[in-house]
């Protein structure tokens, strides 16, 4: 197995220890019920945070906000964010002092089906949000998430820095530019003369894990093929991604969210988060991994000539957040691998998500950097 350890010698700082921070602090996530959103309310919630979600119901009983009993974990608010009204009140009742913003259409496949709604959440929500942050004074810092693909794509063979250029091709992706550049005019006319308060987006993309069981991405698509003897089907073996497990770039907006407290001026801004430049596999790559962890399985190729666009190269470069948050990656694409097949591997035979949840993310984060 491999250790995955890639981080800082500088001392002997745990993660854990790190995050302390969040005892007894109120935070409020936005899209709880979705797949970074609950592993982030589990780990908050471990961390003896007072956590209020805010999100659609889960979208069914598989999914990890369901399995783990969330609703009896944490507070949980079902509402949606393009309902300003009931967000804004939300928000003003419970008073958080940071806020972690992950609501979103997250599907680029089906982002070309419901174009509208995509763009109704993800654009119109995120001026929901920001309004409703703009007048609770409570709040001193706030981490707004959109996504690797709110970049003009150009495919190339080097990272996107925070500040290359925004755009996007499909609908998904132009909604998460325009989302930045709301965020942009936000900052630049309310929050940056507001004190003691810091708000920065944060890129991250690719994200695998347990409990994910959304349509049309490969992880889930695998664990139900897998799980039902069908072989595997790629649409698009030879796209390139930057696989990393979901609690990278979590760790990285809970270490964000801390500096925005501390000094908000110096770590306001834009910030990506994602695994080492050059370090990502194709698609079939993946899912040859992901069969050698299952122990079997098989995979074929259909391509589907009338598909929708899909990039074949994306990549960030992560210097900033690895010089001044000095937050490092943990685990290689192996162990990233390993450790999402050993969660739904264990989740079949009957053990509580939950636990296991706890378990990787005591794992990942006991780990000295």
Not at 45 to 68: D, E, I, M, T
Not at 130 to 136: I, M, P, T, Y
Not at 321 to 340: G, K, N, S, V
């Amino acid at each position: 197995m491999h250790s995955g350890k890639t981080g800082n010698k500088e001392g002997l700082t745990s993660i854990a220890e790190q995050l302390n921070f969040y005892g007894g602090k109120r935070v409020l996530i936005t899209g709880d019920t979705g797949f970074k959103g609950a592993w982030l309310a589990i780990w908050l919630h471990h961390l003896g945070a007072k956590v209020l979600g805010y999100a659609l119901p889960p979208a069914s009983k598989h999914v990890q906000f369901a399995l783990a009993g969330l609703d009896h974990i944490i507070t949980h608010v079902d509402g949606d964010v393009r309902d300003f009204n009931k967000l804004s009140k939300t928000i003003e009742d419970f008073q958080p002092e940071l806020v972690f913003h992950l609501a979103a259409q997250a599907i680029v496949k089906y982002s070309y089906e419901e174009p509208k709604l995509t763009f109704d959440t993800n654009v119109g929500g995120s001026v929901n949000i920001l309004e409703a942050v703009r007048n609770v004074e409570s709040i001193r810092s706030m981490v707004f998430i959109t996504s690797d693909k709110c970049y003009q794509n150009k495919e190339w063979i080097w990272g996107y820095r925070e500040n290359d250029e925004l755009g996007g091709y499909d609908p998904y992706s132009c909604s998460k530019a325009a989302a930045e550049i709301i965020f942009q005019g936000y900052l630049n006319s309310y929050f940056e003369s507001r004190k003691n308060f810091g708000v920065a987006t944060a890129r991250a993309g690719n994200v695998i894990g347990g409990g994910d069981w959304a349509q049309n991405r490969i992880i889930p698509d695998c664990m139900r093929a897998l799980q039902s003897g069908q072989p595997i089907v790629l649409r698009n073996p030879a796209a390139t991604r930057p696989w990393q497990h979901v609690l990278e770039p979590l760790w990285g907006y809970l270490l964000l969210g801390i500096r925005l407290w501390e000094s908000p001026k110096k770590f306001t801004g834009s910030w990506n988060f994602g695994p080492p430049t050059g370090s990502g596999l194709t698609v079939e790559d993946l899912v040859k991994l992901i069969i050698q962890c299952w122990g079997q399985g098989e995979y074929r190729v259909h391509m589907d000539e009338g598909a929708h666009h899909e990039a074949r190269l994306l990549q960030l470069n992560t210097d900033k957040a690895r010089m001044e948050l000095h937050w490092r990656p943990r685990w290689d694409a192996y162990q990233t691998i390993e450790e999402t097949v050993r969660w739904y591997k264990n989740v079949y035979e009957g053990n509580k998500a939950v636990e296991m949840t706890r378990s990787q993310i005591g794992k990942f984060a006991g780990e000295a950097i």
